[in-house]
T-cell receptor, first 114, second 114 residues
Framework: QQQVKQSPQSLIVQKGGISIINCAYE??????FPWYQQFPGKGPALLIA?????SEKKEGRFTISFNKSAKQFSLHIMDSQPGDSATYFC?????????????FGTGTRLQVTL | KAGVTQTPRYLIKTRGQQVTLSCSPI?????VSWYQQTPGQGLQFLFE???????NKGNFPGRFSGRQFSNSRSEMNVSTLELGDSALYLC?????????????FGPGTRLTVT
């Protein structure tokens, strides 16, 4: 019940296109859903995060869509650029008020081609 | 503000030895979490410290331990190293408490066990 399932495993998008990565969770105790971007040799960098009280959050070219009833959330990268080529992880955190434990998806390797 | 720093960045140890990794969180952050990242298992939560107390623990054997100091710096120790402990060990800091879920990762320590 602690799993976060992420798809696709890898994604190739042309420059200017939209990249879409999907995640699903089972544990209804999760109430914080961040996305991280990781480049080779680096630690994950927080991109954008959402809580279940909103269905969408946008920051620049990055948008999270959240469907509470389906227990699914997705990351959309608009106008994808070669510099976006990286591995993306979704994650989910519990609503305990004090804990920071995150459960991560398995990652999506995004390649943006010219 | 300076980001999360981890030392050393790379480490090679022999099976059976022990190792200590260090993490300095972002100034003002009181929570430090540790994660193990491997190609096979992905990102897995090890434990979290807040105000020098372990607040949460993942499903790792007792060979993995940690501590946090009064200045919020944290150390992680792995005793009796096994080949399977080879991984990228990531530290993440957050404000902690009842606010500040956002976790910011350091660059990691790459541990190789031979």
């Amino acid at each position: 019940q602690q799993q976060v399932k992420q798809s696709p495993q890898s994604l190739i998008v042309q420059k200017g296109g939209i990249s879409i990565i999907n995640c699903a969770y089972e544990n209804t105790a999760f109430d914080y859903f961040p996305w991280y971007q990781q480049f080779p040799g680096k630690g994950p960098a927080l991109l954008i995060a959402i809580r279940p009280d909103v269905s969408e959050k946008k920051e620049g070219r990055f948008t999270i869509s959240f469907n509470k009833s389906a227990k699914q959330f997705s990351l959309h990268i608009m106008d994808s650029q070669p510099g976006d080529s990286a591995t993306y992880f979704c994650a989910a955190g519990p609503n305990t008020g004090t804990a920071s434990k995150l459960t991560f998806g398995t990652g999506t390797r995004l390649q943006v081609t010219l | 503000k300076a980001g999360v720093t981890q030392t050393p960045r790379y480490l090679i140890k022999t099976r059976g030895q022990q190792v200590t990794l260090s993490c300095s969180p972002i100034s003002g952050h009181r929570s430090v979490s540790w994660y193990q990242q491997t190609p096979g298992q992905g990102l897995q939560f090890l434990f979290e410290y807040f105000s020098e107390t372990q607040r949460n623990k993942g499903n790792f054997p007792g060979r993995f331990s940690g501590r946090q100091f009064s200045n919020s710096r944290s150390e992680m120790n792995v005793s009796t190293l096994e080949l399977g402990d080879s991984a990228l060990y990531l530290c993440a800091s957050s404000l902690g408490g009842t606010v500040g879920y956002e976790q910011y990762f350091g660059p990691g320590t790459r541990l190789t066990v031979t």
